[in-house]
């Protein structure tokens, strides 16, 4: 009985070193590769924790600049910024903090930078769009109409598309199209909720146009 168990065993004992033999080198490799990527997800995971943690702190400085009116300041720490975190968010909200700053210093080229930066850095689309409307509102102002256009002809998404229209039949009346302005403000109106106060401004504007928004909201409710 014995005997048998041993032969048992030592069959067990070949047909594992045969399967190893065969198959080690794989399972081994499947390992290394397993092992690996997990350690590699962890480094990633503390990795991005450590940069949100001191880009935070970097944003933290770049608002404590612009607070302190240190405009050569503001420049460094934006720009270390933009270096060292660009694709975290807290680079995109200094973008718009900064670009805000320089308006307020009546620096428009530098404002406009800034929001181009974010615009084309950041994959949030809210802050994509918050920057490209800043930015086309910065052009109107300079009276640029063609470059003020471009960004309005980005995509964007829905719930910003009402502010798009708006936007565009500000410039369209400025450069006076009416009839290309009334359709944009039109189409901002019906965009925009009841409830909204902005809504409210979208309908004064057509009003200045010579249009009765609430004949336009009555023949909308018969069709």
Request: glycine letters at 4%; a neutral charge; zero cysteines.
């Amino acid at each position: 009985m014995a005997n048998q168990l041993d032969l048992e065993e030592q069959e067990q004992l070949d047909q594992l070193k045969h399967f190893w033999k065969q198959y080690g080198n794989l399972i081994t490799w499947l390992l290394i590769v397993v092992l690996g990527a997990f350690a590699s997800w962890n480094f990633y995971q503390y990795w991005q924790k450590n940069q949100s943690s001191q880009a935070a702190a970097m944003y933290d400085e770049v608002e404590r600049t612009v607070k302190l009116a240190e405009p050569a300041k503001v420049d460094r720490v934006f720009a270390d910024m933009k270096e060292k975190f660009s694709s975290t968010s807290y680079a995109q909200q200094a973008g718009l903090l900064v670009a805000k700053h320089y308006y307020s210093l009546g620096q428009l080229d530098q404002a406009k930078a800034a929001l181009s930066w974010v615009a084309e850095q950041t994959s949030e689309p809210g802050f994509q769009a918050v920057a490209r409307l800043r930015l086309a509102s910065l052009w109107i102002e300079s009276k640029n109409y063609e470059e003020a256009l471009k960004p309005l002809n980005a995509d964007f998404p829905t719930s910003y598309r009402a502010m798009v229209s708006d936007r565009k039949g500000d410039l369209l009346q400025l450069q006076g199209k009416k009839a290309e302005a009334i359709a944009e403000y039109e189409k901002a109106y019906k965009l925009f909720d009841e409830k909204i106060e902005f809504r409210r401004l979208v309908e004064v504007k057509l009003n200045a146009l010579g249009v009765d928004t609430q004949i336009t909201s009555a023949s909308e409710v018969k069709k």
